[in-house]
């Protein structure tokens, strides 16, 4: 089914910028609506777009669009995905650490054929690693590195009682498998589910997460090695206005939805 209209779930960093670039007209689909749990917010900051998109509930957005992109968190991910597949249409995530304690989502697309996409987000070299996966690879390792503030509030910290305020040094304050990581860091840490689903899963994949204070950009080190060699990625992502989301995230979403809209791929 072609593409020709977007809703989106969520209007925060993500949110905004989409709706930015279909303004700017960078983007060639229109937006049928937007939802979001901070309906107030989204209602003020649709009020600054020169032709604004309608505020929707959940329903009417998903009968309105051929695509629904979720830059809502992981907790709407499950409901979403089931609404939006049993009305027939196409569902980007971008909170893709869900799908690796919900995997049947990815078997229910299949089933319906309703297609999924998960964007690359904050990490490079996706293409690279999942052609490396065609054959065997020995281990994907990935080092995050990113300021203090861009990790607050992170369930792992919280469960663990571990404070950032006033770190001088950097500390690494988790080391474990990328499910794992998941699940402590989930605003934080979707690259590492994006790497595991591309290459060898999220109970092999190993994550380290370190705090730096004075760090003005989030980092991340992808290392893979197998048959085919070694591979190796650095990012430095520019933080958007939300410290937890690099702006290089809210560029990939951008790309996708133009990849989805055109019938030309290029790349893995």
């Known amino acids: 089914m072609a593409i020709r209209t977007i809703g989106i779930v969520g209007c925060g960093a993500i949110g905004k910028a989409l709706l930015k670039a279909v303004e700017a007209g960078k983007l060639s689909v229109s937006v049928a609506g937007v939802t979001s749990r901070t309906e107030k917010t989204a209602r003020a900051?649709?009020?600054?777009?020169?032709e604004p998109p309608p505020y929707l509930d959940r329903k009417q957005l998903i009968t309105?669009?051929?695509?629904?992109?979720?830059?809502?968190?992981?907790?709407?991910?499950?409901?979403?995905?089931?609404?939006?597949?049993?009305?027939?249409?196409?569902l980007m995530v971008i909170s893709v650490g869900a799908l690796l304690d919900h995997p049947e989502i990815m078997g229910k697309s299949r089933e319906s054929g309703c297609r999924l996409f998960v964007p690359s987000g904050a990490i490079a070299g996706l293409d690279g690693i999942?052609?490396?996966?065609?054959?065997?690879?020995?281990?994907?390792?990935?080092?995050?590195?990113?300021?203090p503030e861009g990790l607050e509030g992170a369930p792992y910290l919280i469960e663990h009682k571990i404070s950032l305020v006033g770190l001088r040094e950097e500390r690494e304050l988790f080391s474990g498998t990328a499910r794992e990581a998941c699940r402590g860091f989930p605003a934080n840490v979707n690259v590492s589910a994006a790497v595991s689903l591309?290459?060898?899963?999220a109970d092999k994949t190993r994550i380290r997460i370190l705090a730096v204070p004075g760090l003005k950009r989030n980092c991340h080190d992808v290392e893979?090695?197998?048959?085919?060699?070694?591979?190796?990625?650095?990012?430095?992502?520019v933080p958007s206005e939300n410290p937890r989301t690099g702006r290089l995230t809210a560029l990939s979403i951008i790309r996708s939805v133009q990849d989805a809209v055109d019938p030309v791929r290029i790349g893995t």
Do not use: M, W
């Not at 999942?130 to 300021?147: D, E, F, M, N, Y």
């Not at 591309?198 to 899963?201: H, S, V």
């Open 130 to 147: 999942k052609s490396a996966c065609a054959g065997q690879v020995s281990h994907v390792t990935i080092t995050t590195r990113k300021p």
């Open 64 to 90: 309105a669009s051929d695509l629904i992109i979720e830059a809502a968190g992981s907790a709407v991910v499950p409901a979403l995905a089931e609404e939006v597949f049993a009305a027939g249409k196409d």
């Open 45 to 50: 900051f649709l009020s600054t777009l020169r």
């Open 224 to 237: 893979v090695e197998g048959e085919f060699g070694r591979l190796a990625v650095h990012v430095e992502n």
């Open 198 to 201: 591309a290459g060898i899963g």
